[in-house]
């Protein structure tokens, strides 16, 4: 009920912005015919029905159809986002003061060992899911935000309204219907009655036309001709319809006023007609006719499906104003029509990112390679790479770092992602270069230490050819031509690079502290090895453990070091997305676990949520995770990249790892894999997985990738179809 509420609540506003704009135009209109201003009501009704619409940089609409989100009911900070902040400051102050949050999400788990290889599964040491099969998931806190309990009451009161206007509105046709039951019929489809006071048109399959007895024969001409052209116009069936939708939508007093005066522009369109079609001027004597029912109309018809007269006295005005108009108005009115629909009916999209690559395009030298990284999920940007190795594609690190984007520091060209946040997140053990796969096989999986290979393979699984042979690679990330990866063959993981079809394997840092990293590597045993990279066009962010863990960043063509930040003991998770490097820590044992995000040149470090979040992914500018190890049962969350909106995503199943790709989550809980949509919707059990405890999940265009430490590597389409081993 929370998602159709909230649904509607969200069409009811977009329909409300274009309905206040309809009522502007309608004042330039008011020389021209008015059937262009009741066309323009078309575009409100497409809006108050319709919850998605084609995107547009060139939209009239200043707001997203999604003002509200989805998991505002989930979330510990709800709020709203219109896009225009002297609106959203206000209302969100007002949010905040009626829905104070409840609890702060947390782990809440001290056993969680956030300090080892990310690309293990970690998370799963200290909780046991059979521990927990008799609990429900419930919200961290086990509290139920108090937004979630007014909104499910505000749905349930908006459908018990809804459905007693519909309910009303039939009442009302039954009781008309059988007034008119013994109307005589004059011609064809046109009743005469004496239980009525004013002509309407009734019936939505074969419409009648009835009108009252002792109307004299001018007037009954101009009347008829009236309820004709409604009929012509289909107009029986568009107010009724009109009716209902904007019924859907009985809270906004805007959708009324818009209602009334599209009935009243229905009714003047058809006036005018009558008017158009009459042989002389019969202003007066229509005039006259509408004067006399409005005198003997004592009330309004019981059903508001049926038609009769509306707004008399504005109706009087316009027929006594009336004139032929000329052809220029006609144009201009219908292409201010046409502009008008178009603008409002198309989605706005954010068209600075897109003006600023055409300026970095045309301002730089023709020789700079212009690359893209690209999403399994996402449009492929292909673009020219002149460093000898023809078209090479990286990946996006979630939806939208492929596409055209607002790169946070002003106008920049598309940044290139080595891999995706979700891939980085769980091992890094598959990446795409162009229409080539690069995955790692362990021949012994039990083991998954020094017998790993490293294998290039057409994106169908032909061609395959092993590049690497030995230790363990992970963390794969394409860049231009270039393998970057870790490979840990020692318990200490050490970066190298490689060209695309094997050669030029080179060590690009290793424990012999070459380039400064290990500042106690000669006396601390297992440590200051390298956990995670992540590389982002000519920099390799990566996380390195030296007894304290610290981001570190290395230009890989000068092999420049730069100490971005300094951690603490505890550290989880590392991506890089728009600009930023997100991560978790607990600075000591004694402090809360917490989120933050910093500038990729180290600046500006910022807390964005108190949560532990060990192995996140990034889609659609959103977060998505796991947490709930506090005994309530995991499950997959989402918040902004600026921590708001934090909230719940899944409350059936007992997920353990996630990779979050384009509007889809993909998960594995104990025993199986399974998909969700990133609004909690559609939720779908992709196959049987008894390994799923202990999996690492990639993603590569279609196919979903499975590495575990007990049966080598499966994988399977998105939609859960040719489930297989991958072999050598």
């Not at 969100?92 to 999400?105: H, L, V």
């Not at 956990?531 to 962010?541: A, G």
């Not at 960043?553 to 890089?576: F, H, K």
């Amino acid at each position: 009920m929370t998602v159709l509420f909230i649904t509607v609540l969200n069409m009811s506003i977009t329909a409300s912005i274009v309905a206040l704009a309809v009522m502007l135009v309608r004042i330039p209109l008011k020389k021209s015919p008015k059937v262009f201003s009741y066309a323009l009501w078309g575009v409100v009704l497409f809006r108050l029905i319709c919850p998605f619409s084609i995107e547009s940089g060139f939209s009239f609409m200043p707001t997203p159809t999604a003002v509200i989100p989805q998991d505002i009911v989930y979330s510990q900070n709800p709020a709203v986002k219109t896009g225009m902040q002297f609106i959203d400051a206000p209302i969100n102050t007002a949010i905040s003061n009626a829905f104070p949050p409840t609890n702060q999400i947390n782990t809440g788990s001290s056993d969680i060992d956030i300090n080892q290889d990310d690309h293990s599964s970690a998370i799963h040491e200290n909780y046991t899911p059979a521990d927990s099969q008799n609990n429900a998931p419930v919200n961290p806190g086990n509290d139920v935000s108090p937004i979630h309990t007014f909104i499910s009451i505000a749905g349930y009161v908006w459908l018990s309204v809804f459905a007693a206007l519909l309910l009303y509105a039939m009442i009302g046709y039954i009781r008309l219907k059988r007034r008119v039951y013994f109307a005589t019929r004059v011609r064809d489809n046109i009743y005469e009655s004496d239980k009525i006071s004013t002509p309407f048109v009734l019936g939505l399959i074969h419409p009648k036309i009835y009108i009252p007895i002792g109307i004299d024969p001018l007037g009954q001409s101009c009347i008829l001709d009236h309820e004709q052209t409604h009929i012509r116009r289909r107009d029986y069936i568009i107010k009724p319809l009109a009716f209902a939708v904007f019924a859907m939508h009985w809270f906004n007093p805007v959708i009324w006023v818009a209602y009334f005066l599209m009935s009243k522009d229905i009714e003047m369109s058809c006036d005018e007609a009558v008017l158009r079609k009459a042989g002389g001027d019969i202003r007066g004597e229509y005039g006259k006719i509408l004067l006399d029912l409005s005198v003997k109309n004592g009330r309004p018809l019981l059903s508001p499906l049926a038609f009769g007269e509306s707004g008399v006295k504005a109706r009087v005005k316009n027929v006594m104003n009336f004139k032929a108009p000329s052809r220029v108005i006609i144009a201009v009115a219908l292409t201010l029509v046409i502009a008008f629909s178009a603008g409002f009916a198309i989605n706005r999209i954010d068209i600075e990112p897109i003006i600023g690559d055409i300026l970095m395009d045309n301002n730089e030298p023709a020789s700079t390679p212009q690359t893209n990284g690209t999403h399994p999920d996402q449009q492929e940007q292909e673009q020219v790479q002149e460093q000898g190795q023809g078209q090479n594609q990286g990946q996006g690190q979630g939806q939208g770092q492929g596409q055209e984007h607002e790169q946070g520091q002003g106008y920049a060209s598309q940044p290139q992602y080595g891999n995706t946040s979700g891939n980085i997140s769980n091992g890094g053990f598959t990446a795409q270069d162009g229409d080539s796969i690069y995955y790692v096989l362990f021949t012994n999986p039990e083991e998954m230490i020094g017998y790993g290979e490293l294998i290039k393979s057409n994106a169908d699984g032909s061609e395959r050819t092993v590049l690497l042979s030995g230790g363990r690679p992970h963390s794969l990330n394409i860049v231009d031509g270039w393998i970057y990866y870790i490979n840990s063959d020692s318990g200490s993981g050490h970066i190298y690079k490689m060209r695309v079809d094997g050669t030029e394997n080179t060590l690009i840092t290793s424990s012999n502290d070459s380039l400064g990293l290990y500042q106690g590597y000669a006396t601390q045993n297992n440590i200051g090895h390298i956990l995670r990279i992540v590389v982002v066009d000519d920099w390799i962010y990566c996380r390195v453990n030296d007894g304290i863990n610290v981001i570190y960043r290395i230009n890989t063509d000068s092999g420049e070091v730069e100490r971005l930040q300094e951690v603490g003991p505890y550290m989880a998770g590392l991506i890089v997305h728009d600009g930023w490097i997100y991560y978790s820590t607990v600075a000591s044992e004694e402090d809360e676990p917490a989120t933050y995000k910093t500038r990729t040149d180290g600046t500006e470090n910022t807390k964005i949520a108190d949560a532990l979040i060990p192995n996140p992914s990034i889609t659609n500018d959103r977060i998505f995770y796991i947490s709930g190890y506090d005994g309530s049962g995991p499950q997959i969350y989402g918040m902004d990249l600026d921590g708001a909106n934090n909230g719940r995503i899944t409350d059936s199943v007992l997920p353990v790892r996630i990779n979050a790709v384009g509007d889809w989550i993909y998960f594995a809980d104990t025993e199986a894999i399974y998909k969700v949509k990133t609004d909690g919707t559609e939720l779908t059990k992709l196959c049987d997985y008894p390994n799923s405890s202990f999996i690492d999940i990639n993603v590569v265009n279609d196919w979903i990738y499975l590495q575990d430490g007990a049966t080598g590597m499966h994988m399977l389409r998105t939609d859960g179809s040719g489930f297989q081993e991958v072999v050598r």
